[in-house]
């Protein structure tokens, strides 16, 4: 500790200046706290309570940089996935690789870089539905009957099971009550988009126990249709459900158990090309350098073209996840112990074309299925006392095993020498693996509470790990790689915070915390790689500030903050044409760089103007840089990316969200507006090599976008209007590499409009 903060302090203060400056430009002034002239004397805005902490308070009160949309906003801003609520949140911003669960999330430039598609990977942050992590098996679980979503940005490993080096997501779901209720909704939308769902709560037990259920089905003909005769496009179903039971057989014991499905079918990536072809791709179909080489092959590119492709084999993507968990809580008078455990298991499927062209060069074969099974014990203090305190375990087992192949099709331009006619149906490429990871944590924490001004928190976290890989890689027949290796990772990472309120509504917190994620054994034998990657840590520097001005009417909340990132994980992946032999080899593993660091300032704030107005907005400032990676390997070629920006951490996150409501008979009607602001960021670690040849597309464009909605709504009936994304902005979060002969492939936005009616009963 000693020997960094030196080095660090001068450029933590510098970027924690700004919200300290906002702050006291605020509060300078005995009138800030006071409510203007004719403001009502009640509490105009409802307080927003989270579990953050794993106790129960006010959102104000906790000193971590956190964003919680309640159930209330989720139904406002009509959130249906990860992507939804991450844009009310700053510094947040995320990749998608084709399909609604294949999203990876980046927090203040901290991101999972590692292969989407591994056995088993490390996580650079927590996944939380009711204290169960699902990170090992979704990024987008079912959103219906929520109750709230917390996004923690920064370390937290000393509250939470697992590591959660970058921060972590709360998804806390609605529970069983003792009367019955239950509520149903329909909409459609763009593009034959049809979604209903529903909740139904039945006490079964008068006061002992209760069940409640919710589901959710859509289906939607897509906005990208395949022009060639066999048809087709990304049309989509998507079906998920949730049953939970809750058994009170004490006042003060409470136990959980839930059992939860999804389902989703595609009939493609959601992807277009965009004419960029990578240079062994380049080479194979054009005989060409990397570039805009690609053959528009009837439909064009990106983003002349936004809704086409051409591809002639049929695709199947799609994924399933479901999980049990069970969690008890046992409140004796001074202390509180819960008990979480439960299973999952995600499968993940690719079938079909793999080339997204008209003519047969190749088609894949994957199926990855991944399970975990973990639990946690945690005994905390109850109530406010002198000293507040948890202490807790967990342990656990991921598993993942995988099976991929890469086919020759009819005019593959890789046939092996000595094949007679085409080489259809014959293996190219092929990769089996069977991993896991097992681990065991301690963590503990306490606050010390001063007085009602002063608090001081300190906690630490061990961490143990063990990974183990079986693989074996192939080429054309031939097994190019055998592995069976297994390494072994441990840490302690503290936590410190310093919180300080000077008056009822406001509080001031610094806090150093040490966040690690563990390393691993590579999956393929490769001389550019290294037989282990290092664990990835790093330091985290916040200096934030909260408070509420007239009577709550405007809740405002600030953070600067500084990361130091130490052997930062980064994937390896692609493939080339061995000079030796001629057959096409794939590199796939993971490499570290050295250093880098991330900083900036978020700003949230929350207000009613009136009693029918309410305004929100967000701002996240991040700059995130490699400081030392001299030999990073990108598609082939080695590189030194010192000094050169992160992916997945665009400079600006921006949001803003207006609401206006007026009585209307038995009714309130309402009108909203959201708007959303990212800047442009490195989707894909090829920028590097390929940022000065004309046309690459992997940095993804700044955008802006707006949503308007309107609608009417009592106790019991809501009906709902929209426009999402309404001035039809053109942009892509990813843009993703594969055989494809069009080129590299990315995600278009689209516009939609839809509507949706729901009863509460």
């Known amino acids: 500790m000693s020997y960094f903060l030196p080095r660090i302090l001068p450029r933590a203060l510098s970027a924690c200046a700004a919200p300290v400056a906002i702050a006291a430009a605020l509060i300078s002034g005995p009138a800030w706290a006071q409510a203007p002239a004719g403001a009502a004397e009640q509490d105009m805005s409802s307080d927003i309570v989270v579990t953050a902490q794993r106790r129960t308070e006010s959102i104000q009160n906790v000193p971590i940089a956190i964003t919680a949309v309640t159930s209330q906003t989720l139904k406002d801003q009509n959130v249906q996935g990860v992507e939804d609520y991450f844009a009310l949140t700053p510094n947040v911003s995320f990749q998608s690789n084709g399909s609604r669960d294949r999203k990876d999330l980046a927090i203040r430039g901290i991101s999972n870089q590692l292969n989407p598609y591994a056995d088993v990977r490390q996580s650079s942050y927590a996944f939380y539905i009711d204290e169960f992590n699902v990170a090992a098996g979704t990024s987008n679980p079912q959103i219906v009957d929520l109750e709230r979503i917390e996004v923690l940005r920064g370390p937290q490993g000393t509250y939470f099971g697992r590591n959660a080096v970058g ?7 609605k529970k069983p009550v003792n009367h019955f209720e239950g509520e149903a909704e329909v909409g459609y939308a763009s593009y034959g988009t049809k979604r209903a769902q529903g909740v139904i709560n039945v006490p079964i037990v008068d006061g002992l126990l209760a069940v409640r259920a919710s589901g959710q089905y859509e289906e939607s003909d897509g906005y990208i249709k395949n ?18 039971a809750r058994l009170t057989p004490l006042d003060n014991l409470t136990w959980d158990v839930a059992y939860s499905y999804s389902n989703e079918r595609l009939g493609m990536r959601n992807g277009v090309p965009t004419g960029f072809v990578t240079r062994t791709w380049a080479s194979v179909y054009y005989g060409l350098s990397a570039g805009l080489v690609g053959d528009p092959d009837g439909v064009g590119f990106f983003p002349e073209n936004d809704n086409k492709v051409n591809f002639d084999r049929p695709q199947r993507v799609g994924s399933k996840f479901s999980y049990i968990s069970t969690r008890a809580v046992w409140d004796f008078g001074l202390a509180s112990l819960t008990g979480v455990f439960g299973h999952l298991k995600s499968d993940v499927f690719n079938y079909g074309d793999v080339d997204g062209g008209s003519r047969d060069f190749f088609y894949e074969d994957l199926r990855l299925t991944r399970k975990s099974t973990s639990g946690e014990l945690r005994l905390q203090s109850n109530g406010s006392n002198l000293l507040d305190w948890s202490i807790g375990t967990s342990l656990g087992k991921d598993s993942g095993v995988s099976d991929q192949s890469t086919y020759h099709g009819a005019d593959s331009p890789l046939c092996p020498a000595g094949t007679v006619g085409n080489c259809s149906g014959l293996e190219v490429t092929g990769a089996d693996g069977d991993s896991t990871s097992r681990y065991f944590a301690l963590f503990a924490q306490g606050t010390l509470n001063f007085s009602e001004q002063f608090a001081a928190t300190a906690g630490v976290r061990y961490s143990w790990e063990k990974v183990t890989n079986l693989s074996q890689t192939r080429s054309n027949g031939t097994v190019t790689g055998n592995n069976d290796r297994s390494a072994a990772f441990e840490d302690i990472s503290p936590k410190f915070t310093l919180t300080y309120k000077p008056q009822r509504d406001w509080m001031i917190f610094a806090t150093a915390s040490r966040g690690f994620k563990s390393g691993g054994t590579q999956t393929v034998n490769a001389t550019q790689l290294r037989n282990e990657f290092e664990p990835e840590t790093l330091w985290n520097y916040e200096l934030g500030t909260k408070f509420d001005l007239f009577n709550s009417r405007v809740r405002v909340d600030v953070t600067g903050f500084y990361m130091d990132w130490k052997d930062v994980q980064q994937t390896i ?44 907005g967000q701002l996240g400032f991040n700059k995130s840089k ?15 990316l010192s000094g050169q920006k992160l992916t997945t951490a665009p400079k600006w996150t921006l949001g803003a969200q207006t609401q206006y409501t007026v009585p209307v008979g038995d009714f309130d009607a309402f009108a909203r507006a959201e708007w959303n602001y990212r800047s442009k960021m490195i989707s894909n670690p090829y920028y590097y090599l390929y940022k000065a040849v004309d046309g690459e597309p992997f940095l993804s464009p700044s955008y802006h976008t707006v949503n308007l909605r309107f609608g009417i709504e009592n106790d019991r009936f809501r009906a709902v209007v929209y426009a999402e994304n309404l001035f039809n902005a053109h942009y892509y979060a990813n843009a993703y590499e594969k055989a494809f002969y069009s080129g590299v492939q990315v995600e278009p936005s689209y516009r939609s ?9």
Do not use: M
């Open 167 to 173: 921060g972590a997501i709360n998804v806390v779901t």
């Open 227 to 244: 022009i060639n005769p066999i048809g087709g496009g990304n049309n989509s179903k998507y079906y998920t459900g949730r049953i939970q």
């Open 573 to 616: 992946r692609f493939q080339f044409i061995d000079p030796v032999t001629g057959l096409l080899r794939g590199v796939s593993g993971i490499a570290n760089a050295a250093s880098a660091e991330s900083y900036g300032v978020e700003a949230s704030f929350d207000a009613r103007i009136t009693n029918q107005w309410k305004l929100g």
């Open 626 to 640: 490699y400081k030392d990676y001299p030999n990073a390997l990108i598609d082939g070629v080695v590189l030194d």
């Open 753 to 761: 409009f839809g509507a949706s009616v729901g009863y509460k009963f």
